[in-house]
């Protein structure tokens, strides 16, 4: 097998800190014999330097586009508009294969240069459990932004921070008033986040998953005061939430934080808002009596970057190692073609 040649990207969006892999991980890949090229980046929480001192390359922010044929890039969140054809495998979250906005023009520049997406959220095992996810970081962010709102202490824009001291902003003070909070999806890797960070924010959050989303009880949800959405559906389900429950004048919730944001998907489980929020503007009011505010972050683990990292790297490392035409990117690559048959995206004889 040719050596591989790992390419990690800098990320284009300002507010995404994390990386796939990190320097400690790195130096496992290059001792391995992977040649590792890791483009300069202001803004990843591990300096360049350090993956110099790991033996990798260092290359220019978005210099990817010329690298070697052979090489992968890896990154994590969305690529730049250019160029319009993408002629190299791609590892990164392409939120491209349940028709969302967008998703049929990503695949087509992959098809039109013969490249292709191995997405991060399909790699997974024999039984299709995900191999490397942020899931769990997701979830604890999500519910301590949902907890600092609704206790009125949620500032903004968001930074970035460390575990201890987000910590120390949530734990309960003198004073703060009892509310109750639920979790869905609480099963999962961002449903345990989520319950976590209730437990540091001294509230025993209630659990539901999917024994208790089959028969929904829509008035148990709305007589909650916090409702943490972890749930990633894969397939079309009865929303949780409606507009008419928005304005139902007996509910009791206020505060909303949809991990998942699948907005624009079919799949989309809270569908009463048209636009996530962000780290300028985390919380938008979708009613004023009662009132109701909605959280829809779609990069929460990097406002912890570097413990979203270090977890999420630990997991990616072993599956880079063992990277190769079978096996979980096999599944990967078969999911990419799939996902381009479904949304009519004709591919050229370069894709692979």
């Not at 040719?2 to 796939?20: A, G, S, V």
């Not at 939430?241 to 809270?270: H, K, Q, Y």
């Not at 009132?291 to 979203?308: F, H, K, Q, T, W």
Request: aromatic fraction near 8%.
């Amino acid at each position: 097998m040719t050596q591989l040649h790992l390419w990690l990207r800098h990320e284009p969006r300002t507010t995404e800190r994390r990386t796939p892999v990190v320097p400690a991980d790195a130096r496992r890949l290059t001792e391995s014999g992977v040649t590792l090229t890791v483009e300069e980046s202001p803004q990843r929480i591990f300096p360049i330097e350090e993956y110099e001192a790991a033996g990798c390359r260092r290359a220019p922010a978005g210099s990817w586009v010329t690298a070697p044929r052979d090489a992968v890039i890896l990154g994590l969140k969305e690529l730049p508009d250019e160029p319009a054809e993408l002629t190299h495998r791609h590892i990164f979250f392409g939120h491209a294969y349940k028709r969302q906005p967008g998703a049929a023009e990503l695949l087509g520049r992959f098809t039109a240069g013969g490249g292709a997406l191995l997405d991060l959220e399909y790699l997974v095992d024999d039984e299709g459990r995900r191999l490397a996810a942020f899931g769990f970081w997701a979830g604890y962010l999500g519910a301590a932004l949902a907890v600092l709102r609704h206790r009125g202490r949620l500032a903004a824009p968001l930074t970035p921070t460390a575990k201890d001291d987000l910590d120390a902003v949530l734990r309960p003070r003198a004073g703060d008033a009892d509310f109750t909070a639920l979790v869905i999806g609480a099963l999962g890797r961002s449903g345990r986040g989520a319950w976590t960070a209730f437990r540091t924010a001294g509230v025993e959050a209630t659990r539901w998953d999917l024994a208790e989303t089959r028969d929904l009880d829509r008035r148990a949800l709305l007589g909650h005061d916090v409702l943490v959405n972890a749930v990633l559906a894969t397939s079309p389900v009865p929303p949780f939430l409606r507009e008419e429950d928005l304005d139902d004048a007996a509910r009791r919730l206020r505060t909303v934080c949809d991990v998942t944001c699948d907005v624009g998907s079919p799949f989309n489980v809270l569908p009463v808002y048209d636009r996530t929020t962000d780290w300028t503007e985390p919380a938008r009011r979708l009613r004023e009596e009662p009132p109701l505010d909605l959280i829809a972050i779609d990069n929460l683990p990097s406002l912890l970057p570097r413990e979203s990292s270090t977890d999420f790297s630990a997991a990616l490392l072993p599956q880079l190692l063992a990277f190769g035409p079978g096996g979980a990117w096999g599944r990967c690559l078969d999911r990419f073609h799939q996902a381009c048959r479904e949304l009519g995206v004709a591919e050229g004889e370069g894709s692979s």
